[in-house]
């Protein structure tokens, strides 16, 4: 989901290069929080939902497989978003790195909650995951408005080093 203010954050210094690269990384921390924000209010609707109409999570060998192939590849993305955020210095890298994170924590809710299904038969395993990842999502998104407002303070007096 940070991706979309990483990609805003591209667009804009491709539209506008002579200005300040912080005035760009503000905005992308923004979008960044603003989807964290909803990806949790995303996950609290489902899982009421889900509460709601008493579904049970799908278990299948092949989602199980999917869900550990996932975490491989999200792992090896955010190890190299976080090495690219810190040689550029770069927060809205690192909140995209963040996010992939919260994928990974996603997908082992998936992999834990499909196989706590298929032991016990325990049902609403994956709305009580949910609230796990919506934890993570709303500070996350708090850590990157914290970030963006940050910037703001430091570079009030058009002194950006961005």
Aim: with cysteine; proline share 3%; charged share 15%.
């Amino acid at each position: 989901m940070s991706g979309i203010g990483i990609l805003a954050m591209v667009i804009r210094i491709h539209q506008h290069p002579d200005t300040p690269r912080t005035q760009f990384e503000r905005s992308a921390l923004r979008v960044t929080g603003i989807a964290f924000y909803l990806l949790a209010a995303g996950l609290a609707l489902t899982a009421v939902y889900n509460i709601f109409i008493g579904h049970k999570p799908a278990t299948t060998v092949p989602g199980l497989i999917i869900s550990l192939i996932s975490i491989g590849i999200m792992w090896l993305l955010v190890t190299g978003k976080r090495r690219v955020g810190h040689a550029l210095n770069s927060s809205p890298i690192l909140a995209d790195a963040n996010c992939t994170m919260v994928c990974i924590y996603m997908s082992v809710v998936l992999l834990v909650s499909s196989l706590i299904y298929e032991l016990t038969g325990f049902g609403f395993i994956d709305s009580l995951g949910a609230l796990g990842l919506i934890y993570f999502s709303i500070n996350e998104g708090k850590e990157a408005f914290e970030k963006a407002a940050g910037m703001e303070d430091c570079c009030e007096d058009d002194d950006c080093k961005g």
